[in-house]
Structures are given as structure tokens and as C-alpha cells.
């Protein structure tokens, strides 16, 4: 059986009727709901974004309608609509708590965080379709039937709760690794000492690998390359949440985290091997007396 064809919100459909009595079909219009049948008789309504693990895998959802494959956009049970990222994000508009708890439960999640990172705003739905979408003292604006502009806001929201648990990483990393670079005169435990430096070190690669080969901060949502007049929504939502400033302050954070804890590893190696030398001279010099010894001897 061919795959259901599933029309773009907003759009006129048509739908073929057969007559018993007459060799040929007629094609009636239908007018597919608009973005806000998510919402019904909502003007106001919350969006959480929530990042659940390291990556979430294909499949699972099992019960929920999809409404786009690519980005992935699932309708809620009763109201409202999820947004779903692989690289482990997913922004839930106006979804009741059921809904939720549900969908999150329901997703293939790998490497889960024991505690989800999460930002929330407020979304207002206008009943002019002509408005100008817009933000307002952090309130989002969008017209009543724009499912593009919600596809927008999920993106910048996935990007912003994804850099807010990295800022948030990067402020405990400092915290640890400010004593132990301090601490580095300390002979003991300095394999341990070693041990952490060369997590911290893998931790911020990862971390920017991440960021630049996962969720690509920097880069425009594919939707902005055939939808060019969502250039100016899509700028206006990363300046109000700073996205490129704040991905830069990431990186060099992280580059800092690097730069010491390799440069602390180095003291460790150089230490190490200044010890190895000295236990070599110590072995040339015991050699060297036992050889006298036995030619005086």
C-alpha cells in the first residue's frame, strides 16, 4: 500500500470521489487545518526545551502522529506538537504534561543526563496571519498559522538549551581544575593527577565536537534555503538569545580548558622523566663502585 500523502498546513487538498454510476472521478477541494488546529482556542502558550541525552536514535514515539519528517515534528495526543533533534534536544509547544512525560519516556535517548537541561518561554499566537512575527520583553510573537516560524523557534531554542548545559559543564570544569593546576608540586597521587588532566582534556574535545559536528550552532537551519523570507525572524530570535556569542565564549572556554590541562600534563611528563633520568645516574653510579670495588678487592 503507497505511503499516505499528508499535505502542508494552510494548503488545499484534493480528494477524489467516485461515482458508481460513471467511469471517471471528480476532485473536490479539501482545506488541510492550519498550524493553529495544534493549539485550538489557545492565544497563549508555553514552549520548554529540553535536552535529554548525548543523542536521541530513530524510532520510538510510538502513538504520536508525525506532521514532518525532516525536521522531525510530532503532534501531541491532545494539543500541541514536539520537535525532535538527534543530537539528543527536544522543544515541546503547548503539549500537556501526559503528553510529555509520554514522549520523553517513549524516545530512544542514548547516554541520558541524569538531570534534563531545560529553558522555557512564553509563545503568543496571533489571529492576524499578516503580522509580522517578532519578540517582545522575551515573549515570542508568531502568526496563527505559520508552522515554518514554530519549525524556527525549536531550532534556536534546541541550540540555546544545548550551550546553556555546556556553560554550565565548563563553569564546574573550571572549578576542578583550577586547585588541581595549583596543586601540581604535589608528588603524590600524580598518576591519578594525570588521569583527571587527560579527562579533562578528552571532555573539552568531545564537548567541541559536539557542538560544531552535532548541533552546528553557526549554521543556518536548512529550512532558511527555501524559505528565504524567514531570513529576518531567524536573526531576530539568535540575537535575542545571543547564539553566536555565546558559542564563541563556549569554544574559547574550552580551548582554555585544553591549553592547561595539557599544559599541566606536560609538567607531569617532564617530572616523570627527570625522575627516570635520576634513577638512571643513580644506577651508573652504584655500576661504577661495585666495579671498583671489585678491582680493589
Known amino acids: 500500500m503507497p505511503e499516505a500523502y499528508i499535505p502542508a498546513p494552510g494548503a488545499v487538498a484534493y480528494i477524489a470521489l467516485v461515482d458508481s454510476s460513471a467511469p471517471y472521478r471528480i476532485a473536490a477541494p479539501v482545506l488541510v487545518p492550519p ?24 524510532g520510538g ?17 491532545g494539543a500541541g506538537c514536539a520537535q525532535v533533534f538527534r543530537y539528543g534536544a527536544v522543544v515541546l509547544f503547548g503539549m500537556s504534561e501526559r503528553d510529555e512525560a509520554e514522549l520523553c519516556t517513549s524516545l530512544s ?18 489571529a492576524d496571519r499578516d503580522a509580522e512575527p517578532r519578540i517582545e520583553n522575551g515573549v515570542i510573537f508568531v502568526p496563527a498559522d ?21 556553560e554550565n559543564a565548563i563553569a564546574a570544569v573550571f572549578d576542578r581544575i583550577e586547585p588541581l593546576a595549583q596543586n601540581l608540586h604535589n608528588h603524590l597521587n600524580s598518576r591519578k593527577r594525570e588521569r583527571e588532566l587527560l579527562e579533562y582534556i578528552g571532555g573539552a574535545l568531545l ?30 530570535l539568535e540575537r535575542e538569545y545571543e547564539l553566536r556569542d555565546r558559542a564563541t565564549s563556549v569554544e574559547r572556554k574550552l580551548a582554555l580548558i585544553s591549553r ?36 680493589l678487592k
Request: glycine share 4%; net charge neutral; aromatic share 6%.
Open 35 to 58: 498550524a493553529t488546529a495544534l493549539f485550538p482556542g489557545a492565544s497563549s502558550l508555553q514552549v520548554r526545551a529540553l535536552l535529554l541525552g548525548n543523542r536521541i536514535a530513530p
Open 109 to 126: 535517548v542514548r547516554e541520558p543526563l541524569p538531570r534534563p537541561e531545560s529553558e522555557q518561554v512564553e509563545l503568543r499566537i496571533e
Open 260 to 295: 592547561s590541562a595539557q599544559t599541566a600534563l606536560d609538567l607531569l611528563e617532564q617530572r616523570s622523566t627527570r625522575r627516570v633520568e635520576w634513577y638512571i645516574v643513580v644506577l651508573i653510579v652504584v655500576e661504577i663502585l661495585l666495579t671498583v670495588y671489585s678491582m
Open 207 to 236: 564537548s567541541e565536537q559536539r557542538m560544531v559536528g552535532r548541533v552546528e550552532v553557526r549554521e543556518k537551519p536548512d529550512l532558511l534555503w527555501e524559505n528565504t523570507a524567514l531570513e529576518r525572524f531567524y536573526q531576530r
Open 61 to 77: 514515539a510510538e502513538g504520536f502522529r508525525k506532521l514532518s519528517e525532516k525536521p522531525l515534528i510530532l503532534a501531541g495526543r
Open 146 to 166: 505559520n508552522l515554518r516560524h514554530l519549525e524556527l523557534i525549536g531550532e534556536v531554542l534546541a541550540k540555546s538549551v544545548v550551550l546553556a548545559y555546556h
